[in-house]
Each structure stands twice: as C-alpha cells, then as structure tokens.
C-alpha cells in the first residue's frame, strides 16, 4: 500500500503526520500545494478525514486515484479542521 515497498502504513501515517504537522505550523491559513504520489494522498485522507483502519483498506481497494487527480481541502471555521472540498478531480482529457 505505502509509495515505498519497504514502508509499512503506519510509517507513511508517521512522515505525513509530521509533515502535515509543519504545514499547519509554517503555512497557517496560506494556501499550499502538495504533489504527491496515490498512496501518499490515501494517508493524507486518512489523517484528515479521520478514517479508521479499516474505512482505509476499503478506500484503497474501492477509490482508485487517477493520475494528475486534483484532491483539495478548505478550512472549516465551524468544524475548526481542513475538510475535503473536491476529490480527484481530472482537468485533463485523454485523446
């Protein structure tokens, strides 16, 4: 599941925790882009999103990411938190 065959869930969970962390901390209220690989942004879902393990391993066999998929969120005042405002959205046709 993780972007490197030798990560486990829980230490990609760890380096966009942290990650995450510093955004939040350097970046307040200032828009910021990630580019990530798929698997990288199913663990940025399951942080943000707050889903259990097991809502995860269900996302991950039933959400494919397409490629240059655009995945945002805005802050929420009233729920204090980032929540998901557009889920991969594809600005690009294939021909």
Not at 2 to 24: H, I, K, Q, T
Not at 26 to 39: C, F, I, N, T
Not at 66 to 93: I, K, Q
């Amino acid at each position: 599941m993780p972007d490197r065959p030798e990560e486990s869930l829980a230490e990609v969970a760890e380096r966009v925790y942290l990650f995450l962390g510093m955004l939040f901390r350097e970046r307040a209220q200032k828009r910021v882009l990630v580019v990530s690989h798929g698997g990288t942004l199913r663990v940025f879902r399951y942080l943000l999103e707050r889903w259990t393990h097991d809502e995860f391993l269900e996302r991950w066999a039933s959400e494919p990411v397409p490629n240059c998929a655009v995945t945002s969120y805005a802050f929420d005042p009233a729920a204090e938190r980032l929540t998901l405002r557009g889920l991969n959205v594809v600005h690009w046709r294939e021909r």
